[in-house]
Nanobody, 125 residues
């Protein structure tokens, strides 16, 4: 049974940082690309960052590039999202997800199959 469990969210002031974690189980973690999405109140789910199975390739949406860093530890089955220089518009529930076998990291949810329950990030101004 696939499980993705996010943690690390919280309330932070603008300019602050957080490190989000996603602990994975129930599948061969090192064989799957992973990604983070986010969903703000009243909005659709938005791609944030993705990472290849090896960790060698990373992808970011323009609004977070240079502020967020995605990484993974295949020995621990964890994918991380270091989020820095936070802005109020970064407020959202952050989800980790697995890229479907045979698919690539793209900013559309149909390329992803398993999702975690999300972790709330709230940035105050």
């Amino acid at each position: 049974q696939v499980q993705l469990v996010e943690s690390g969210g919280g309330l932070v002031q603008a300019g602050g940082s957080l490190r989000l974690s996603c602990a994975a189980s129930g599948f061969t973690f090192s064989g799957r690309a992973m990604a983070w999405f986010r969903q703000a109140p009243g909005k659709g789910r938005e791609f944030v960052a993705g990472i290849s199975w090896s960790g060698e390739r990373t992808y970011y949406t323009d609004s977070v590039r240079g502020r967020f860093i995605i990484s993974r530890d295949n020995a621990k089955n964890i994918v991380y999202l270091q989020i820095s220089t936070l802005k109020p518009e970064d407020t959202a529930v952050y989800y980790c997800t697995t890229v479907k076998p045979g698919y690539t990291i793209v900013p559309v949810t149909t390329s992803y199959d398993y999702w975690g329950q999300g972790t709330q990030v709230t940035v105050s101004s």
